[in-house]
């Protein structure tokens, strides 16, 4: 669907690169199962988020666990 490069990993994170940002009801499908996934996500926010900006990140998305 996306297409995803691994641009990092590591025993608590992973990070990657969407090769096609999904606009629309896609991004907020897709937001939505990340943030399921893991719903700490911040995006240099302290605030934990609704909705994963992925035109703001250029596609990046990280995911960590503590």
């Known amino acids: 669907m996306y297409g995803i ?9 992973v990070e990657f690169t969407l090769k096609r940002i ?3 009801q896609e991004a907020i499908e897709l ?13 240099g926010s302290t605030e ?3 909705f994963v900006d992925f035109n703001r990140s ?3 998305v990280a995911l960590w666990w503590d």
């Open 5 to 13: 490069d691994i641009t990092g990993a590591a025993y608590q994170v």
């Open 22 to 24: 999904p606009a629309g």
């Open 31 to 43: 937001s939505n199962r990340i943030l399921k996934f893991a719903p700490d996500i911040q995006q």
């Open 48 to 50: 934990p988020l609704e």
């Open 58 to 60: 250029n596609g990046r």
